[in-house]
Nanobody, 120 residues
Framework: QLVESGGGLVQAGGSLRLSCAAS????????MAWFRQGPGKEREFVAR????????LYSDSVKGRFTISRDNAANTVFLQMNSLKSEDTAVYSC???????????????WGQGTQVTVSS
């Protein structure tokens, strides 16, 4: 089970930190990712991190502004979002799977999502 938190309303240029808490004892064996779906848009890949945390990948739209990290002792993955833009407004969901990919179909554990709204 994955539970996201940390979403909210923020002004453009501001920051938010999303958290995704996982249950279970094998968290470190899973690659984790963040996806988002904006209003009227398809779900898109944001960032992913390997089980050890040593390998990360970002979409071009967030590279340099967002940072994905994980704390395997706490079974939690984070998404630090800086320099937020109005186009970052979306429901952000975390996902877990066996492979560190950018394809949503390869992840089989999903959270319920948390709303991030960036006002301009």
């Amino acid at each position: 089970q994955l539970v996201e938190s940390g979403g909210g309303l923020v002004q453009a240029g501001g920051s938010l930190r999303l958290s995704c808490a996982a249950s279970g004892r094998t968290f470190s064996s899973y690659s984790m990712a963040w996806f988002r779906q904006g209003p009227g848009k398809e779900r898109e890949f944001v960032a992913r991190i390997s089980g050890s945390g040593g390998n990360t990948l970002y979409s071009d739209s967030v590279k340099g502004r967002f940072t994905i990290s994980r704390d395997n002792a706490a079974n939690t993955v984070f998404l630090q979002m800086n320099s937020l833009k109005s186009e970052d407004t979306a429901v952000y969901s975390c996902a877990g799977g066996a492979w560190a990919t950018t394809a949503a179909t390869t992840y089989y554990y999903w959270g319920q999502g948390t709303q991030v709204t960036v006002s301009s």
